[in-house]
């Protein structure tokens, strides 16, 4: 479906991703640390053993600065530094194994950064055999890490597949060399082929790309060639991602020219470009732009009804709590979230107290929580039901956005819920908007700019 150019038009704007209800900008940047043990502690206690919990590492070290990255990293090229990361780090997960009552049950696992493929394979093997010697493996566990193409070597792939890793994520982000060296990201996609080929040699059940529309300097020539060759490689899944443009928050992002940025217009036939092309190449679009091969665990989760999302992305994993560790990582404990400081000085400082580093972070109420599921519904299955109770709060807050949705095709919905269209399907983040309570009471302020726009 070709979505028309006016309603793009007219969507896009700044719009949070919404990876967690209430957003970022909501969260308190002092928070109880004892409340937030109490909380972990309860949670931990009530789905550990029936459903295991969500593991997320942050590595931050990369040893050059890709200039579009809004990541938290730290650009080095002295690997001395991962021995002493990884003893934090250690230290933090015995922080939290104090707090546990059993053993945690490991149901997923991702690595991300920062580039993970930075850390030897000899220390990463280090790192999860540390972790793993003191947890237990549930036995449909998903172990997941992003790899640079240029860095991740059979070493790497055979250590991670060894330790249960199943699925491994490339950031490819564009093949066009002038759009790489713009970006400080060269990486031939001889590259690419070579870390690809070689993950499914040794067993990888699923690769993953992420790809980057809105870079500056891509033409539609030049976007049409680096997807094409990607789903040469037949991805199991892909990640079509809009380029945020937050310079406010990622000083990267000044070190190029934002007039090599394409334009509005250039930017949504991009975006239209890479949806036609993957769904015309057996790629079905599971939302928030990602799309996934029929094969994969991503589609059958989101045909049948058990899609969930997380900080990690997508996932079909439904875990109570989603711990992560590092320096800057966010946890999840369904009702609160806790986010580590986001410097290592800081995060090592913290940790070498024997404290926990979380600093910024939020305790939901009943009414976030409530509202949280309306939006993961909407994000994971395209539809929710309402809940008697919320009825007022959703006539007053969220029938307006939704009746200026439904004009334009995007939902359907009644006092019993809400569905979305076809259309809708491509203006999710536009869609749950409208259950931001925060937002659409103007709690979000507005004094800079917080958010990415949609398109």
């Known amino acids: 479906m070709q979505v028309p150019f006016d309603l793009l038009n007219k969507y896009n704007v700044p ?5 967690s209800y209430p957003t970022v900008p909501v969260w308190k940047e002092d928070i109880d640390v004892q409340q937030w043990k109490h909380i972990f502690q309860k949670q931990f206690n009530q789905c550990n053993e029936a459903d295991g919990i969500s593991l ?8 050059s600065l890709c200039t579009y990255c809004g990541c938290n990293k730290k ?10 990361y990884m003893q934090v780090l250690l230290k933090e997960w015995n922080l939290y194994l104090q707090l546990m009552d059993t053993k945690p049950v490991l149901r997923e696992l991702h690595i991300g950064g920062g580039t993970p493929t930075f850390f030897s394979p000899k220390n990463l093997e280090k790192l999860l055999s540390a972790i793993f010697e003191t947890a237990i493996i549930h036995p449909q566990h998903e172990f997941s890490f992003e790899g640079h193409p240029n860095n991740t070597t059979k070493e790497h792939l055979q250590t991670f597949y060894d330790l249960g890793f199943r699925r491994v994520s490339y950031g490819v982000q564009d093949n066009d060399p002038e759009v790489q060296r713009i970006i400080n990201r060269i990486q031939p996609f001889e590259n690419i082929q070579r870390a690809t080929a070689d993950a499914r040699a040794i067993g990888y059940q699923s690769v993953n790309f992420d790809l980057i529309y809105g870079l500056p300097k891509q033409t539609l020539e030049t976007m049409k060639k680096t997807i094409m060759q990607s789903i040469s490689l037949q991805p199991d899944r892909v990640a079509f991602y809009s380029y945020a443009h937050v310079p406010w928050t990622s000083r990267g992002q000044r070190l190029f020219d934002e007039n090599d940025l394409p334009s509005t217009e ?7 470009l890479g949806k036609t092309l993957f769904t015309e190449n057996d790629y ?3 939302g928030m732009d990602h799309f996934a091969l029929q094969t994969d665990d991503l589609f059958k989760a989101r045909e049948e009804g058990w899609l969930h999302r997380n900080f990690m992305g997508y996932t079909t994993q439904h875990t109570g709590i989603l711990l992560g560790l590092g320096v800057s990582s966010i946890s999840d404990a369904g009702i609160a979230f806790a986010q580590n400081h986001k410097t290592i000085h800081d995060y090592y400082a913290a940790i ?15 009414e976030d929580a ?6 993961l519904d909407i994000s994971c299955l395209g539809k929710t039901k309402f809940l008697q109770q919320h009825l007022s709060l959703i006539h007053r807050f969220s029938f307006p956005e939704l009746e200026k949705l439904k004009e334009d095709g995007f939902v359907e919905f009644d006092d019993e819920g809400l569905t979305v269209t076809k259309l809708g399907l491509n203006f999710i983040r536009n869609i749950c908007k409208a259950f931001d309570l925060h937002l659409l009471r103007n709690e979000v302020k507005n004094e800079k700019p917080q958010f990415s726009k949609a398109i």
């Not at 690997?79 to 002493?84: C, I, K, M, N, P």
């Open 75 to 84: 650009i080095t090229n002295n690997h001395s530094v991962e021995e002493e």
């Open 284 to 286: 079905s679009d599971i």
């Open 352 to 366: 070498n107290k024997g404290e926990l580093s979380v600093t910024k972070g939020y305790f939901l109420n009943e």
């Open 370 to 375: 409530a509202f949280r599921k309306y939006i």
């Open 15 to 19: 719009v949070p991703r919404y990876t």
């Open 56 to 63: 997320y590492l942050h590595l931050p070290f990369c040893e």
């Open 266 to 272: 250039l930017k949504m036939k991009l975006y239209q």
